[in-house]
Structure formats: C-alpha cells, structure tokens
C-alpha cells in the first residue's frame, strides 16, 4: 500500500488542503479494498463537509477537530445512511438520525469517510461473523484483526483514516487496537452518549475512539463526550477539550500489577511485554505495587451471561414487522417474528439470544442473573479497593496476540475466552485504554492495558503518552 493520507497535524493547518486530503483517502480505501475494513463510503458527504470546513476556517471559525477523518462502525447511526450492524436483519435499514457522538465531532470540524465492518451486533472478537465477510489483519492478511470493532481498528491501522469509532463491551474496541497496533480507549461508562448507538448489552456498552496515539484519543474523547439529553445514563461531568490537549503527568503515580493477570493462559512474550513496561515506568519515576483483583477471573463468565441477557431483551425489537429484513413466505403473525429473526440474525446472534434468554427465564433467574449480578458487584469492589492503593492499574489487554482467521470461529468458548482481562472494566465502568507497547516473535502487536478509576480517562490517557513514549525506546 503506497497512499497515504496527510497527517491530522498537517490538515489542521492547512485546511484548504482538506478536500484532495478526502481525495487521497478515498483513493487509498479503494487500494486497500482486500482488507474488507469498509463495508459503506460516505464519500459526497465527506467531500461536501471538506469545503465547508475548509471554508469556515477560512473565515476565521475555530474548528478543534479540522483535519481529522474518521471511520465509524457500522452499529453507530449516521442519518440516512447505512446500519447494517453486519447482520442481514438489518442489511438494508438506513438511519433515521445521527449518534450525539458523531454529531459532536462533526461539529468540531470532523469529516466521516465511511462505515466499516464488525462482527453482527458487535458479538465476536474477530470481525469474522459478519455479512460482509472477514476483515483482514493489515500485517497478515491471514490473520483476524480482533473484534468486534475490527473495520475500525484496521483502518486507523492501515493508515486509511486518522482516528476511528468503535464500541466496547467486553472489549471490542481494545482487543482489535492491541491485535493491530493502535490505541483504542473504552471511557468511563456515562462519559460518552449511547444515543444512537445500536445496543447490544445497554449496562455495558460504550462508543469507544481509535487513533495512532493517545492524545488523538483524547481530542476525540473530549469532543464527543459529555451530558446528552437523549441518554439518561450520559454522565453530567463537564467535558471540554484543552487548546494544548492532553498534558504530561505532573506526579509520581502508584502504579499497580495485578498479579492474576500475569498467571498462566497469557502469552509469554506479552507477560514480557507488560512486565518492561512496568520497569521503564517505575525507572521515570512512578511506584509499583502489587495488587489483587480475586475476582476478576470470573468477570468472563458474568459478562456472557449479562451481556446475553441484556442482548436477548435489546435484540427482541427486530421482528420482522418493524425494522429490515421480513421473511416473506411467513403466513401468520408469529411465523413472521420466527421466520424473519431466524433467517435474519447469524449463528453468534441466535446463540447470544438463546443462552440471554434462558439465564432470564423464570426457572434459572436466580441461579445464572441474580448470581451474576452479585458477582458484577464483586467485580467492582476489587477494583474499588485496589484504587484505595494505587493510582492506575497496569495490565495485558489480551491472552494472545491475533490469531488465524478460522481459528476460533467454530469454538464460542475459546473465542470469549479472548475477553478474559477486557471485560472486567466495562462490568465496573471504568475506563481502560490499550496502548502499543511492543512486537512478539511473528512481529504481531502487543498491547497493554491500563485502567483508572472511573472518570479517570484523562490519567490513563497520561499514563498511555508515558508508554508511547518509553516504548520510542524499548
Ligand atoms: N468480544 C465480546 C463479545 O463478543 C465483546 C464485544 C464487544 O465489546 N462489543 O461479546
């Protein structure tokens, strides 16, 4: 791949350079088409939106994000345009309105090139089960990029856009920014407005930016964080983005390593990779303690049975008979909610549907919800506590690094187990960000994890420039 497109730096003080920008952009999609990130351009709103940009600038307006591209997930509204969410259910739905978060930022001056591909509804960690095909890894295209927000990581990766939209879960914008090398925040729950994003598990679910670097992230963040009127869970905590962006850190930080984090099931050259992270940021000063966070090894279990259920009750609105895709053969009202869900939603989908289902169900409410909830708390509380103690925590963001398309796919137990140090966070709502730290022997990114406690996104952001920075050196 030889098209580049100019650094976000260089358009934000040439802004009347925006629009061949757009140009080489959609050129450079074209080129890296085998790598299936996109699976809808944008390319006459992108170029409209160029001029007026480059006009407005012109005429004096501060525009924080000019210069900026951006891709967006295909389960993040944009009126009018595409939701496929990758799912023949939804395959031909257009939105009706625009997600308060992409609004923001085009707001602020940035432009949106296309939509691109994940895994149905955002359930998988590899961007193989959707309707358009698997996304690539751009370092090897046999390899998954990890998911579900893996069009997003792979074109921020590959150089086709600046930052990118994703949405965390359980992980799916941190697991693929490991896999391919980039950065990849999940905010605190609350920071960033749902509305408009297509839910999947609502008490979890978080838009969540991709960008080269942490203070990209972090103008993003800003940006398109903040209270909204149209999520009642959007945070009332004020956002603003600073002229100078994100400042370095200014103290001596306690920073701490959960050891069950570092036990068996991780790839040795990621225990590694952490642990010299770990020695270059306590030689620049910062403290290291060792932590525990016991019950963080059964946030994965909890995580597939409330993320299911949660799916099971958000997913119940497509029928068949009010958005997208009906089966047409159906002769009764209940053969066109069975029919069309049934030949509407992939294999991952009915399964999340069944297994959300039947822990909700009246027999084994108790015994999978209940307990599951009880045990989110736990979750949390570790994490509470640990935050007594230190300031960050540092951590794998996940087990290994990518691996082979097919690999997993017909194994759903080893595929979640890929979300074993990701979805900790997300049932405790805080933030975590993964950062590139380092390469395994097949030169596969490796990244680490670093969480704070909840509105914390600014610190670990800091934290995050630090490893940028010391891994200029490892
Ligand atoms: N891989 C996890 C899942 O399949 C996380 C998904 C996500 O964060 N959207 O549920």
Redesign the pocket.
């Given at each position: 791949m030889t098209l580049k497109i100019p650094p976000h730096q260089h358009l934000k003080n040439h802004p009347e350079e925006l629009p061949s920008a757009v140009e080489t952009c959609l050129q450079a999609i074209e080129q890296a088409k085998p790598l299936n990130a996109f699976v809808h351009l944008l390319a006459d709103r992108a170029r409209h939106k160029a001029v007026e940009v480059a006009q407005a600038t012109g005429q004096g307006e501060e525009l924080p994000l000019r210069g900026m591209i951006l891709a967006v997930k295909d389960n993040i509204a944009i009126e009018g345009t595409s939701l496929s969410c990758a799912s023949r259910i939804l395959k031909d739905f257009k939105s009706l309105f625009t997600a308060t978060a992409v609004a923001r930022l085009e707001k602020a001056g940035a432009i949106i090139i296309g939509k691109t591909n994940l895994?149905e509804f955002?359930?998988?960690?590899s961007c193989e089960n959707t309707i358009f095909g698997p996304t690539h890894h751009p370092l090897d295209w046999e390899r998954v990029p990890g998911?579900?927000?893996g069009g997003s990581a792979v074109a921020v990766a590959a150089g086709l856009v600046h930052a990118a939209l994703g949405?965390?879960?359980?992980?799916?914008?941190r697991?693929p920014a490991a896999f391919c090398g980039v950065v990849g925040l999940k905010p605190t729950y609350g920071r960033v407005s749902r509305y408009g994003l297509v839910a999947?598990?609502s008490s979890?679910?978080q838009i969540a930016p991709f960008a080269t670097n942490c203070q990209d992230a972090f103008a993003v963040l800003c940006i398109m964080g903040g209270k909204d009127e149209h999520d009642s869970t959007s945070a009332a905590y004020p956002m603003s983005y600073p002229t100078e962006g994100l400042k370095p850190l200014g103290e001596k930080l306690r920073i701490g390593l959960p050891k069950e984090y570092l036990e068996e099931g991780l790839q040795a050259e990621i225990a590694e990779v952490v642990l010299q992270v770990a020695r270059g940021l306590e030689k620049a000063g910062h403290d290291l303690v060792e932590i525990s966070l016991p019950y963080s090894k059964l946030a994965v279990g909890v995580?597939?049975i409330l993320?299911t259920a949660e799916a099971s009750s958000n997913l119940a609105r497509y029928d068949g008979a009010r958005y997208g895709f009906r089966e047409h053969s159906a002769e009764s009202l209940q053969d066109i909610y069975t029919h069309s869900r049934a030949g509407g939603f992939g294999r991952?989908v009915r399964r999340?549907i069944m297994l959300g289902t039947y822990v909700l169900s009246a027999g084994y409410y108790d015994a999978y919800y209940k307990k599951a909830q009880r045990v989110r708390r736990l979750v949390l509380g570790d994490f509470l506590d640990a935050f007594g103690k230190v300031d960050v925590i540092l951590a794998p963001t996940t087990p290994t690094t990518a691996f082979k398309i097919g690999e997993k796919i017909d194994d759903p137990l080893a595929?979640?187990l890929?979300?074993v140090y990701?979805?900790p966070a997300?049932l405790a709502g805080i933030p975590a960000v993964s950062v590139p730290a380092g390469k395994d022997t097949k030169r596969l990114p490796i990244g680490v994890q670093i969480m704070g406690p909840h509105f914390s996104d600014e610190l670990i952001l800091q934290v995050g420039c630090d490893i940028e920075r010391l891994h200029g050196r490892i």
């Open positions: 895994d955002a359930m998988g960690s998911g579900s927000s949405s965390d879960t359980g992980g799916s914008v697991q999947f598990g979890l679910d995580y597939y993320a991952e999340r595929m979640y890929s979300d990701t979805t997300n």
